[in-house]
């Protein structure tokens, strides 16, 4: 399935063919603000499960490993992005909500505690090694009165969420303070990405007179 994203002039292009392994519509957004030309195509992948004692940073690399590789298969000549976001309190793995009430309880442990959002990030080149990283932010949350927690699952909003929230939807009241990258917390880690991609020349500045 390739959705062609509309284009607008922005400071990068595309020097070779690149696919975003992804359904999530904050990654396409993420690409779209570089100006890039793009394919969409969902992995076939699944989301692993985390192995016995693996780091949330080795987890988030390796689901997004296994996103990105998926789609390489069906498309080495091209380079492919995937990407995987978790949300890690007290060792825990967050991903999005079984259900309604799993959000819940997910929720009332994040909120009056500050958790690492953890996104993963694969790069793969027909003629290079993939690339695979890591990047974390720390979020912090104050308290908040479970009526409030009941309010803000039941719009839904949680649902495609690791962790249940959304910081840059109507969960950003949720949070008081973040550390790190913002565009991290939504789901890709993109400052890191367009230094990959400029590396391997997969993008470049856009020319003055295009
Ligand atoms: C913490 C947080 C997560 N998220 C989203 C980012 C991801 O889309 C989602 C985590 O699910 P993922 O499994 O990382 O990705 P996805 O299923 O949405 O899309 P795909 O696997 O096709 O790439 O949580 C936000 O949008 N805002 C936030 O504040």
Redesign the pocket.
Known sequence: MNIEPIIEPGPFEAVQRIIL????P??REMLESLGLEFDII??PAG?PSPEPGESPDDYAQR?AVA?AEAVFELHPDAVVI??????TLDGDIM??PEGPNDALLMLSRLVGNTHR?VSGCAIFHPHAAPVAFSVSTDVSMGPQPLEVLFAYVATGEPM????S?????R?GFLVQSISGSYNN???MPLARLVDVLQDIRAIRPRPMDR
Not at 160 to 163: C, H
């Open positions: 392994a992804s359904g999530s904050r990654r969902p992995s989301e689901a996103k995937g990407s995987d976001t978790v949300v991903g999005k959002v495609d969420k690791a962790g929230y959304a910081i840059q939807g969960g917390v939504v789901g």
